[in-house]
């Protein structure tokens, strides 16, 4: 529920606790985690205040402390060399323009996932055929009424066989962002 706090104890390194931050800023837990629910912010760090500012740059740079892959152009995270790869990985990132309250940039992000719902690249089911969204969108707290979406870009990976249709993707991105 939102407002609700957990404490995590953990003595991993620097690199786990880094990880882990990326993937509270770029990911959430439970059900529609991929649409801004279950979004999580971290607080504190072993008793110090989190000193993250969610820009770019700071993500950029979290993401780099893991595997130096990174590099901001455009106003986004891309990887510095694509690589040839048959599964999923962080294709861009992207911080949108921010909202005075959760629940206003939750129903954006509900509406665009509804426009946008017809197409392969946004997530399917088919029969038995399943396929996850190549599209996360998380939602960061910067302070009490400045919400951004932080929309994640997977490479997208389809079905052996399958024949996806029209690529949304671009237009969803811009409906949030």
Do not use: W
């Amino acid at each position: 529920k939102p407002s609700t706090k957990f404490t995590i104890i953990s003595d991993a390194d620097t690199r786990i606790q880094n990880l882990f931050t990326i993937a509270a800023i770029l990911g959430g837990i439970g059900k529609r985690s991929r649409r801004g629910f279950g979004s999580f912010r971290i607080n504190s760090i072993n008793n110090s205040v989190n000193a993250h500012t969610y820009s770019l740059n700071d993500i950029c740079d979290l993401l780099n402390s893991i595997k130096d892959n990174y590099t901001i152009c455009s106003r986004q995270i891309v990887l510095k060399k694509i690589p040839v790869a048959a599964y999923p990985f962080i294709e861009s990132i992207q911080v949108g323009q921010h909202s005075s309250t959760v629940d206003d940039l939750l129903l954006k992000i509900g509406n665009a996932s509804h426009d946008f719902v017809a197409s392969d690249y946004t997530g399917f089911v088919d029969g038995n055929k399943r396929c996850a969204s190549p599209l996360y969108i998380s939602v960061i707290k910067v302070s009490p009424h400045h919400y951004f979406p932080v929309v994640t870009s997977l490479k997208a990976v389809f079905p052996p066989g399958y024949r996806p249709n029209k690529d949304f993707r671009q237009a969803f991105m811009e409906a949030i962002l």
